[in-house]
């Protein structure tokens, strides 16, 4: 597959999990569009060149993002919405979303490879309005002072991207592209 079809792809996956994430917890769904979501997440590792450094990106992110989006959550800067039924503080589907997210990196985000400042910038911007149409949605709430949750959030993201794109330059260089469908790479 060519670079460019693959980035293409890789943008698809991430926005239709992220839709599927966002949506099922608006909807009261929020497992359906969880596992939906994961389900993609496998159609990106089945193509991924290498999953052992996919899989270490997307595990490195989970933990990241989710102690950061517990912490945010824990000091009332936002809710989620989640199962009631789900055992633990942050819903299923934030862990999922932060590893859609991390699928980005060696593909649809490779052009960002070292290029940390724009990272921060693209982050910082990016996060928030992402953030922001997860609420309007009605995936999550906003706490008591919003200008506060999005400083926040804009703060936050201008971090965790570059951060991400680091770990990503680290564990394994991508080639940007998806191995040919129905090949073996």
């Not at 792809?9 to 909807?27: E, H, I, K």
């Amino acid at each position: 597959m060519t670079p460019l079809a693959s980035k293409v792809l890789n943008f698809f996956l991430y926005q239709t999990g992220w839709f599927f994430c966002v949506l099922g917890a608006a909807w009261g769904y929020p497992i359906t569009g969880a596992l939906l979501s994961l389900l993609l997440i496998v159609v990106h590792l089945l193509l991924a060149g290498n999953r052992r450094n996919e899989i270490l990106l997307l595990g490195s992110a989970c933990l990241l993002g989710v102690t950061i989006d517990s912490l945010q959550q824990g000091l009332g800067l936002f809710t989620f919405r989640s199962d009631p039924g789900w055992p633990l503080w942050i819903p299923l589907w934030v862990f999922v979303i932060w590893a859609q997210f991390a699928t980005l990196f060696h593909y649809a985000l490779r052009w960002m490879a070292g290029r940390y400042v724009l990272a921060a910038l693209l982050g910082g911007v990016g996060g928030p309005l992402a953030y922001g149409a997860g609420m309007r949605l009605g995936a999550a709430s906003l706490g008591d002072l919003p200008v506060l949750t999005f400083l926040s959030l804009a703060l936050v993201w201008a971090s965790v991207t570059p951060a991400l794109l680091w770990l990503s330059e680290r564990f394994g260089e991508a080639t940007g592209s998806y191995r040919g469908m129905g090949k073996r790479a």
